[in-house]
């Protein structure tokens, strides 16, 4: 659900994309192309996922 609320936007005249989830703060990634920053948000997310779960956070309200 989360990664559904992901942007991303090319930047550095095209030669890079950026991403991030809205809502989920500290979670972005950057890549050389889209697909290789969707793979990297998702590892990202997940990560972040765990680290909220091991420290008792809660998960933001989407």
């Not at 559904?4 to 809205?22: D, M, N, Q, V």
């Not at 809502?23 to 765990?50: I, P, S, T, Y």
């Not at 779960?53 to 809660?58: D, I």
């Amino acid at each position: 659900m989360m990664a559904k609320l992901a942007t991303y936007e090319h930047i550095e005249h095209g030669s890079a994309c950026f991403g991030s989830i809205r809502g989920a703060q500290g979670v972005w990634a950057k890549a050389v192309n889209r697909k290789e920053c969707e793979k990297k948000l998702r590892e990202v997310l997940e990560e972040w996922c765990l680290l909220k779960l091991q420290k008792l956070h809660a998960f933001p309200a989407l």
